[in-house]
Protein backbone atom coordinates (compact mmCIF):
# COMPACT_ATOMS: atom_id res chain seq x y z
CA UNK A 1 0.00 0.00 0.00
CA UNK A 2 1.31 3.59 -0.54
CA UNK A 3 0.37 6.78 0.54
CA UNK A 4 -2.28 8.87 -1.82
CA UNK A 5 0.08 11.12 -3.45
CA UNK A 6 -1.99 13.63 -4.03
CA UNK A 7 -2.96 14.36 -0.80
CA UNK A 8 1.07 15.44 -1.08
CA UNK A 9 1.75 19.00 -1.63
CA UNK A 10 4.35 20.58 -0.03
CA UNK A 11 7.79 19.39 1.27
CA UNK A 12 6.43 18.56 4.99
CA UNK A 13 3.83 16.41 3.83
CA UNK A 14 6.80 14.26 1.74
CA UNK A 15 8.38 14.47 5.07
CA UNK A 16 5.84 13.22 6.97
CA UNK A 17 4.90 10.14 4.68
CA UNK A 18 8.52 9.42 4.63
CA UNK A 19 9.13 9.67 8.49
CA UNK A 20 5.64 7.22 9.01
CA UNK A 21 7.28 4.49 6.46
CA UNK A 22 10.73 4.40 7.39
CA UNK A 23 12.16 2.62 10.70
CA UNK A 24 13.53 5.98 12.79
CA UNK A 25 17.54 4.26 12.32
CA UNK A 26 16.83 5.52 8.46
CA UNK A 27 14.79 8.57 8.87
CA UNK A 28 17.14 9.77 10.83
CA UNK A 29 20.03 9.34 8.64
CA UNK A 30 18.40 10.75 5.98
CA UNK A 31 16.98 13.81 8.14
CA UNK A 32 19.31 15.12 10.37
CA UNK A 33 22.47 17.20 10.37
CA UNK A 34 25.47 16.48 12.71
CA UNK A 35 26.51 17.19 16.36
CA UNK A 36 24.65 19.79 17.90
CA UNK A 37 22.94 21.13 14.29
CA UNK A 38 23.65 24.31 14.11
CA UNK A 39 24.60 23.99 10.31
CA UNK A 40 21.04 22.58 9.70
CA UNK A 41 19.69 25.81 11.81
CA UNK A 42 21.83 28.61 10.49
CA UNK A 43 21.08 27.93 6.62
CA UNK A 44 17.22 27.51 7.13
CA UNK A 45 17.84 31.84 8.55
CA UNK A 46 20.05 32.33 5.75
CA UNK A 47 17.53 31.41 3.33
CA UNK A 48 14.96 32.53 5.37
CA UNK A 49 16.33 35.80 5.76
CA UNK A 50 16.76 36.36 2.41
CA UNK A 51 13.35 38.06 0.63
CA UNK A 52 12.48 38.15 -3.12
CA UNK A 53 11.99 42.13 -4.72
CA UNK A 54 9.25 41.61 -7.09
CA UNK A 55 8.96 43.68 -10.05
CA UNK A 56 5.86 44.32 -11.50
CA UNK A 57 3.69 44.92 -15.20
CA UNK A 58 6.68 43.52 -16.81
CA UNK A 59 4.38 41.63 -19.10
CA UNK A 60 6.08 38.35 -19.03
CA UNK A 61 3.75 35.61 -19.36
CA UNK A 62 5.79 32.31 -19.46
CA UNK A 63 8.47 31.10 -17.66
CA UNK A 64 11.46 29.45 -19.25
CA UNK A 65 13.26 27.19 -16.53
CA UNK A 66 16.42 26.22 -19.15
CA UNK A 67 19.91 27.03 -18.00
CA UNK A 68 23.47 26.16 -18.93
CA UNK A 69 25.78 23.43 -16.82
CA UNK A 70 28.74 22.45 -17.28
CA UNK A 71 28.59 24.22 -21.29
CA UNK A 72 25.33 22.38 -21.94
CA UNK A 73 21.80 23.27 -21.76
CA UNK A 74 19.12 21.45 -19.68
CA UNK A 75 15.30 22.33 -19.09
CA UNK A 76 15.17 22.50 -15.47
CA UNK A 77 17.73 24.62 -13.01
CA UNK A 78 17.83 21.30 -11.19
CA UNK A 79 20.12 18.07 -10.41
CA UNK A 80 20.03 15.43 -7.78
CA UNK A 81 22.51 15.21 -5.52
CA UNK A 82 24.21 12.26 -4.45
CA UNK A 83 23.04 10.37 -1.69
CA UNK A 84 24.60 6.84 -0.11
CA UNK A 85 22.55 4.44 0.62
CA UNK A 86 19.24 5.66 -1.24
CA UNK A 87 18.80 1.97 -2.23
CA UNK A 88 17.71 1.13 1.12
CA UNK A 89 15.08 3.73 1.58
CA UNK A 90 13.43 1.24 -1.39
CA UNK A 91 14.76 -1.50 -3.39
CA UNK A 92 16.84 -0.05 -6.29
CA UNK A 93 15.71 3.27 -4.84
CA UNK A 94 18.87 5.02 -6.74
CA UNK A 95 17.68 3.85 -10.41
CA UNK A 96 13.68 4.53 -9.15
CA UNK A 97 15.20 7.76 -8.46
CA UNK A 98 17.37 8.17 -11.89
CA UNK A 99 14.32 7.45 -14.10
CA UNK A 100 12.39 9.59 -11.87
CA UNK A 101 14.19 12.39 -12.62
CA UNK A 102 15.15 11.70 -16.35
CA UNK A 103 11.38 12.25 -17.05
CA UNK A 104 11.36 15.63 -15.60
CA UNK A 105 14.76 15.99 -17.73
CA UNK A 106 17.13 16.69 -14.29
CA UNK A 107 20.29 14.45 -14.22
CA UNK A 108 21.21 12.63 -11.13
CA UNK A 109 24.85 11.88 -9.48
CA UNK A 110 25.31 8.59 -8.12
CA UNK A 111 26.86 8.14 -4.58
CA UNK A 112 30.74 6.10 -4.64
CA UNK A 113 28.48 4.50 -1.27
CA UNK A 114 25.36 4.09 -3.37
CA UNK A 115 23.71 0.17 -3.36
CA UNK A 116 22.73 0.20 -6.94
CA UNK A 117 25.69 -0.01 -9.37
CA UNK A 118 26.63 2.88 -11.61
CA UNK A 119 26.00 0.31 -14.64
CA UNK A 120 22.50 -0.55 -13.31
CA UNK A 121 21.51 3.35 -13.14
CA UNK A 122 23.05 4.48 -16.80
CA UNK A 123 20.61 1.81 -18.17
CA UNK A 124 17.80 3.64 -15.85
CA UNK A 125 18.56 7.17 -17.37
CA UNK A 126 21.03 6.84 -20.18
CA UNK A 127 23.52 9.97 -20.74
CA UNK A 128 21.60 11.13 -17.65
CA UNK A 129 23.79 10.14 -15.05
CA UNK A 130 26.94 11.64 -13.06
CA UNK A 131 29.25 9.83 -10.56
CA UNK A 132 30.34 11.28 -7.16
CA UNK A 133 33.87 9.57 -6.26
CA UNK A 134 34.89 9.67 -2.64
CA UNK A 135 38.96 8.95 -2.51
CA UNK A 136 39.95 5.63 -0.95
CA UNK A 137 42.91 5.28 0.54
CA UNK A 138 44.53 3.06 -2.18
CA UNK A 139 44.93 5.51 -4.62
CA UNK A 140 45.08 2.58 -7.71
CA UNK A 141 41.71 1.07 -6.80
CA UNK A 142 40.15 4.78 -6.55
CA UNK A 143 41.29 5.41 -10.12
CA UNK A 144 40.32 1.60 -11.42
CA UNK A 145 36.64 2.69 -9.95
CA UNK A 146 37.04 5.71 -12.41
CA UNK A 147 37.92 3.82 -15.08
CA UNK A 148 34.31 1.71 -14.70
CA UNK A 149 32.56 4.81 -14.29
CA UNK A 150 33.95 5.68 -17.30
CA UNK A 151 33.51 2.68 -19.04
CA UNK A 152 29.73 2.48 -17.87
CA UNK A 153 29.07 5.95 -19.77
CA UNK A 154 29.56 8.51 -17.67
CA UNK A 155 30.70 12.18 -18.39
CA UNK A 156 30.61 14.20 -15.16
CA UNK A 157 32.53 12.92 -12.61
CA UNK A 158 31.93 14.83 -9.20
CA UNK A 159 34.92 14.44 -6.06
CA UNK A 160 33.53 15.42 -2.84
CA UNK A 161 36.53 17.08 -0.81
CA UNK A 162 34.31 17.89 2.67
CA UNK A 163 34.63 14.45 4.31
CA UNK A 164 38.03 13.99 5.76
CA UNK A 165 36.99 11.89 8.70
CA UNK A 166 33.57 10.33 9.41
CA UNK A 167 31.45 13.49 10.81
CA UNK A 168 29.41 13.29 14.36
CA UNK A 169 26.05 12.34 14.03
CA UNK A 170 25.55 10.87 17.55
CA UNK A 171 21.94 10.13 16.71
CA UNK A 172 23.27 6.98 14.33
CA UNK A 173 25.11 5.53 16.77
CA UNK A 174 22.07 5.61 19.06
CA UNK A 175 19.95 4.14 16.54
CA UNK A 176 22.80 1.48 15.72
CA UNK A 177 23.80 2.60 12.20
CA UNK A 178 27.16 3.82 11.06
CA UNK A 179 27.45 2.94 7.72
CA UNK A 180 26.73 -0.73 8.71
CA UNK A 181 23.60 -1.93 10.70
CA UNK A 182 24.17 -3.35 14.90
CA UNK A 183 21.25 -4.97 15.84
CA UNK A 184 20.20 -3.86 19.43
CA UNK A 185 17.01 -4.31 21.56
CA UNK A 186 15.93 -0.83 20.09
CA UNK A 187 16.99 -1.11 16.14
CA UNK A 188 15.34 -4.47 15.77
CA UNK A 189 11.98 -3.04 17.67
CA UNK A 190 12.43 -0.21 15.26
CA UNK A 191 12.37 -2.46 11.89
CA UNK A 192 9.83 -4.75 13.33
CA UNK A 193 7.30 -1.70 13.86
CA UNK A 194 7.92 -0.63 10.13
CA UNK A 195 6.85 -3.56 8.00
CA UNK A 196 5.86 -2.28 4.51
CA UNK A 197 9.89 -0.97 4.60
CA UNK A 198 11.29 -4.40 6.15
CA UNK A 199 9.81 -6.20 3.61
CA UNK A 200 10.38 -3.86 0.18
CA UNK A 201 14.00 -3.49 1.59
CA UNK A 202 15.43 -6.37 3.13
CA UNK A 203 13.11 -9.24 3.29
CA UNK A 204 12.28 -9.15 -0.20
CA UNK A 205 15.61 -8.73 -2.12
CA UNK A 206 16.58 -11.56 0.57
CA UNK A 207 14.16 -13.96 -0.22
CA UNK A 208 14.87 -13.67 -4.09
CA UNK A 209 18.24 -14.77 -3.26
CA UNK A 210 19.74 -11.13 -4.15
CA UNK A 211 21.48 -11.71 -0.20
CA UNK A 212 22.26 -8.27 2.25
CA UNK A 213 22.38 -4.91 0.41
CA UNK A 214 26.23 -4.10 -0.53
CA UNK A 215 27.82 -1.19 -1.86
CA UNK A 216 28.37 -2.44 -5.57
CA UNK A 217 31.49 0.18 -6.17
CA UNK A 218 33.85 -1.61 -3.77
CA UNK A 219 36.65 -4.04 -5.12
CA UNK A 220 35.59 -7.77 -5.63
CA UNK A 221 36.27 -9.52 -2.02
CA UNK A 222 36.58 -5.93 0.06
CA UNK A 223 32.89 -5.07 -0.76
CA UNK A 224 31.14 -4.49 2.79
CA UNK A 225 27.24 -4.80 2.64
CA UNK A 226 24.59 -2.99 5.28
CA UNK A 227 25.36 -4.99 7.92
CA UNK A 228 29.31 -5.20 7.48
CA UNK A 229 31.19 -1.93 7.41
CA UNK A 230 34.16 -1.42 5.81
CA UNK A 231 37.05 -2.76 7.30
CA UNK A 232 39.62 -3.14 4.57
CA UNK A 233 41.99 0.22 5.16
CA UNK A 234 42.48 0.30 1.70
CA UNK A 235 38.88 1.37 0.56
CA UNK A 236 38.29 3.71 3.27
CA UNK A 237 38.08 7.26 2.88
CA UNK A 238 41.25 8.54 2.55
CA UNK A 239 41.91 11.97 4.64
CA UNK A 240 45.25 12.65 3.45
CA UNK A 241 43.69 14.22 -0.08
CA UNK A 242 45.52 16.93 -1.18
CA UNK A 243 45.62 19.41 -4.40
CA UNK A 244 47.78 17.11 -5.91
CA UNK A 245 45.05 14.42 -5.65
CA UNK A 246 43.00 16.34 -7.37
CA UNK A 247 45.70 17.42 -10.55
CA UNK A 248 46.17 13.75 -10.89
CA UNK A 249 42.24 13.14 -11.31
CA UNK A 250 42.80 15.79 -13.75
CA UNK A 251 45.05 14.38 -16.14
CA UNK A 252 43.23 11.18 -15.97
CA UNK A 253 39.70 12.28 -16.18
CA UNK A 254 39.18 13.46 -19.85
CA UNK A 255 35.19 14.65 -19.19
CA UNK A 256 33.85 16.99 -16.48
CA UNK A 257 35.33 17.36 -13.44
CA UNK A 258 33.63 19.01 -10.61
CA UNK A 259 34.86 19.44 -6.89
CA UNK A 260 32.18 19.24 -4.16
CA UNK A 261 31.85 20.96 -0.99
CA UNK A 262 33.60 24.05 -1.74
CA UNK A 263 33.07 26.71 0.91
CA UNK A 264 36.04 29.30 0.18
CA UNK A 265 36.93 31.85 -2.19
CA UNK A 266 41.07 30.90 -2.04
CA UNK A 267 39.92 26.96 -2.87
CA UNK A 268 37.44 28.35 -5.59
CA UNK A 269 40.50 29.86 -7.00
CA UNK A 270 42.52 27.05 -6.81
CA UNK A 271 40.29 25.08 -8.54
CA UNK A 272 40.24 27.36 -11.55
CA UNK A 273 43.51 27.62 -11.63
CA UNK A 274 43.83 23.42 -12.21
CA UNK A 275 41.35 23.48 -14.64
CA UNK A 276 38.05 22.07 -12.55
CA UNK A 277 35.07 22.40 -14.69
CA UNK A 278 32.89 23.20 -11.84
CA UNK A 279 32.06 23.67 -8.05
CA UNK A 280 29.57 22.69 -5.56
CA UNK A 281 28.93 25.37 -3.03
CA UNK A 282 27.91 23.04 -0.01
CA UNK A 283 27.47 22.11 3.45
CA UNK A 284 27.20 18.25 2.69
CA UNK A 285 23.13 19.05 3.62
CA UNK A 286 24.26 20.50 6.83
CA UNK A 287 25.55 16.99 7.66
CA UNK A 288 29.52 17.59 8.27
CA UNK A 289 31.30 20.28 9.66
CA UNK A 290 28.38 21.80 12.23
CA UNK A 291 29.98 25.22 12.06
CA UNK A 292 30.65 25.52 8.56
CA UNK A 293 29.24 28.93 7.13
CA UNK A 294 25.68 29.05 5.33
CA UNK A 295 25.52 28.20 1.55
CA UNK A 296 23.48 31.84 0.85
CA UNK A 297 25.92 33.34 2.83
CA UNK A 298 29.33 32.33 1.06
CA UNK A 299 27.78 31.85 -2.37
CA UNK A 300 28.05 35.59 -3.54
CA UNK A 301 31.18 35.70 -3.06
CA UNK A 302 32.60 32.42 -4.61
CA UNK A 303 30.25 33.08 -7.85
CA UNK A 304 32.38 36.04 -8.30
CA UNK A 305 35.66 34.27 -7.55
CA UNK A 306 34.80 30.93 -9.86
CA UNK A 307 35.21 32.84 -13.45
CA UNK A 308 33.97 30.28 -16.41
CA UNK A 309 33.67 27.17 -14.07
CA UNK A 310 30.31 26.24 -13.39
CA UNK A 311 28.57 26.74 -10.26
CA UNK A 312 26.05 24.80 -8.09
CA UNK A 313 24.95 25.05 -5.14
CA UNK A 314 23.30 23.18 -2.52
CA UNK A 315 22.02 22.44 1.25
CA UNK A 316 18.78 23.54 2.67
CA UNK A 317 16.56 23.50 -0.70
CA UNK A 318 13.33 22.83 0.89
CA UNK A 319 11.00 24.44 -1.54
CA UNK A 320 10.82 26.49 -4.74
CA UNK A 321 12.16 30.13 -3.63
CA UNK A 322 14.82 28.43 -1.90
CA UNK A 323 15.68 27.37 -5.47
CA UNK A 324 15.14 31.20 -7.10
CA UNK A 325 17.35 32.68 -4.26
CA UNK A 326 20.68 30.40 -4.57
CA UNK A 327 20.27 31.06 -8.40
CA UNK A 328 19.81 34.91 -7.54
CA UNK A 329 22.86 34.71 -5.38
CA UNK A 330 25.00 34.03 -7.98
CA UNK A 331 24.52 29.79 -8.96
CA UNK A 332 24.22 28.43 -12.47
CA UNK A 333 22.01 25.21 -11.16
CA UNK A 334 20.95 24.14 -7.59
CA UNK A 335 21.42 19.96 -6.37
CA UNK A 336 18.83 18.64 -4.11
CA UNK A 337 19.51 15.26 -1.83
CA UNK A 338 16.61 14.74 0.80
CA UNK A 339 14.03 15.81 -1.63
CA UNK A 340 14.29 12.61 -4.10
CA UNK A 341 14.71 10.58 -0.88
CA UNK A 342 11.27 11.66 1.08
CA UNK A 343 9.68 11.17 -3.00
CA UNK A 344 11.36 7.90 -3.34
CA UNK A 345 10.31 6.88 0.58
CA UNK A 346 6.73 8.03 0.17
CA UNK A 347 5.66 6.77 -3.09
CA UNK A 348 8.72 5.40 -5.29
CA UNK A 349 9.52 6.19 -8.93
CA UNK A 350 6.35 8.44 -8.75
CA UNK A 351 6.74 10.15 -5.26
CA UNK A 352 10.28 11.47 -7.29
CA UNK A 353 8.67 12.69 -9.78
CA UNK A 354 6.19 14.41 -8.04
CA UNK A 355 8.24 15.99 -5.87
CA UNK A 356 10.77 17.27 -8.55
CA UNK A 357 7.63 18.68 -10.17
CA UNK A 358 6.03 20.07 -6.99
CA UNK A 359 9.53 22.02 -7.07
CA UNK A 360 9.31 23.25 -9.85
CA UNK A 361 6.14 24.46 -10.09
CA UNK A 362 6.74 26.31 -6.68
CA UNK A 363 9.90 27.79 -8.72
CA UNK A 364 7.77 28.79 -11.77
CA UNK A 365 5.53 30.16 -9.25
CA UNK A 366 7.85 32.56 -7.23
CA UNK A 367 9.57 33.49 -11.04
CA UNK A 368 5.84 35.18 -12.18
CA UNK A 369 4.96 36.38 -8.72
CA UNK A 370 8.12 38.27 -8.68
CA UNK A 371 7.72 39.40 -12.52
CA UNK A 372 10.86 36.68 -14.12
CA UNK A 373 10.63 35.34 -17.42
CA UNK A 374 13.86 33.58 -17.24
CA UNK A 375 16.30 32.16 -14.78
CA UNK A 376 19.03 34.92 -15.96
CA UNK A 377 16.90 38.00 -14.86
CA UNK A 378 17.91 36.63 -11.28
CA UNK A 379 20.78 38.33 -9.92
CA UNK A 380 21.64 39.93 -6.72
CA UNK A 381 19.05 42.87 -7.26
CA UNK A 382 16.05 40.48 -7.22
CA UNK A 383 16.86 40.03 -3.04
CA UNK A 384 16.73 41.69 0.08
CA UNK A 385 18.44 40.68 3.19
CA UNK A 386 16.52 41.14 6.23
CA UNK A 387 19.16 39.41 8.87
CA UNK A 388 19.66 41.82 11.71
CA UNK A 389 16.34 43.75 11.11
CA UNK A 390 13.65 41.24 12.57
C1 LIG B 1 21.14 10.57 3.22
C2 LIG B 1 22.21 11.41 2.58
C3 LIG B 1 23.37 10.82 2.14
C4 LIG B 1 24.36 11.59 1.51
N1 LIG B 1 25.47 10.97 1.02
C5 LIG B 1 26.39 11.70 0.33
C6 LIG B 1 27.51 11.06 -0.27
O1 LIG B 1 27.67 9.86 -0.20
N2 LIG B 1 28.40 11.85 -0.93
C7 LIG B 1 28.23 13.21 -1.03
O2 LIG B 1 29.06 13.88 -1.65
N3 LIG B 1 27.19 13.83 -0.48
C8 LIG B 1 26.26 13.11 0.20
N4 LIG B 1 25.18 13.74 0.76
C9 LIG B 1 25.02 15.19 0.61
C10 LIG B 1 24.23 15.53 -0.64
O3 LIG B 1 24.96 15.21 -1.80
C11 LIG B 1 23.88 17.03 -0.71
O4 LIG B 1 25.05 17.81 -0.59
C12 LIG B 1 22.90 17.44 0.37
O5 LIG B 1 21.96 16.43 0.64
C13 LIG B 1 22.17 18.70 -0.06
O6 LIG B 1 21.35 19.17 0.94
P1 LIG B 1 19.77 18.87 1.00
O7 LIG B 1 19.63 17.44 1.42
O8 LIG B 1 19.30 19.80 2.07
O9 LIG B 1 19.19 19.13 -0.36
C14 LIG B 1 24.18 12.99 1.38
C15 LIG B 1 23.00 13.58 1.84
C16 LIG B 1 22.02 12.81 2.42
C17 LIG B 1 20.75 13.49 2.88
Redesign the pocket.
Known sequence: MRHDLSALLETEDFRTAARRYLPRVLFE??DRGSERETALKQGRTALDHLRIMPSVLTGSSTRDLSCNILGKTFPTPLIV??????GMIRTGGEARIASAAARVGIPV?L???SIVPIETVARAAPGNVWF?L?IWQNRQRTLDLVERVRTAGVETLLV?VD?AVQPLRHYNRRNGFSMGFRATPRSVLDIASHPRWAWNALLRPLLQGRGVPDFPHYPEGLRPNVLRPQQDPSVRLAQDVTWQDIEHLRVFWKGNLVL??VLSPEDVTHARRIGIDGI?V?T????NLDSAPAVADVLPSLADEAGNMTVIA?????QGSDVFKLLALGADAV?????P?YGLAAGGVEGVERILNMLLDELRVTMALSGKATLSQLGLNSLLNVRGQE
Open positions: YMAPTAIACATQQYTTKGVSHGARDSGIRMVGRLL
